[in-house]
């Protein structure tokens, strides 16, 4: 197997994923990951976030970790020969208010990654950009559209469940001239 200063984010994310797996400690990806993930990485994140699945104590996050190298720092699980660290935002897994349905699964060389849809993805990203404004995070939305095919119904469904169609209605140009 490659050494862990050798793996790509999608890798790496594979070998945690499925070693926690393993462990019954079942995650999803979320987040920035994601979209590296999805762009092929055109935006590079460093931040693997992992939702549990079923809520784990975090003595156990830490034991199943360590076993692959990794230490916690603060709220970060960090590994000597890696700049990409592990993070556990709080569960449950969610976009906006709605629980997450549609689990994609990749396969890597390190193993089964299970993680976000690319229409969710783009939601989690557009949810960034609907309630604080994060520019950069639509941005990201825009280039999992570009590269991906999405559900702009979808999207267009979610947003207004969020209360956020008027916003959509502004970006929904820019989604479709980038989506396939």
Request: aromatic share 10%; hydrophobic share 40%.
């Amino acid at each position: 197997m490659k050494s862990i200063k050798s793996m790509s984010l999608g890798e790496l994310a594979a070998l945690v994923s499925t070693h926690l797996d393993s462990k019954g400690i079942p995650c999803v990806l979320s987040g920035g990951a994601c979209v590296t993930i999805y762009t092929q990485n055109r935006y590079l994140s460093y931040d693997l976030d992992f939702i549990e699945r079923v809520s784990t104590a975090r003595k156990e996050l830490r034991k199943a970790l360590a076993e692959l190298g990794f230490y916690e720092e603060h709220r970060y699980f960090k590994h000597h020969e890696t700049e990409f660290f592990v993070e556990f935002p709080a569960d449950p897994l969610s976009v906006g208010s709605e629980p997450v349905k549609d689990i994609k699964k990749l396969s890597f060389e390190t193993g089964i990654l299970f993680l976000l849809s690319p229409t969710d993805c783009v939601k989690d990203r557009l949810a960034a950009y609907y309630f604080w404004n994060d520019q950069q995070a639509l941005e990201q939305a825009k280039l999992v559209a570009k590269n991906q095919p999405v559900d702009l119904d979808e999207i267009r469904r979610w947003s207004e469940v969020e209360d956020q169609l008027d916003k959509f209605k502004e970006i929904k140009r820019d989604l479709e001239v980038v989506s396939r």
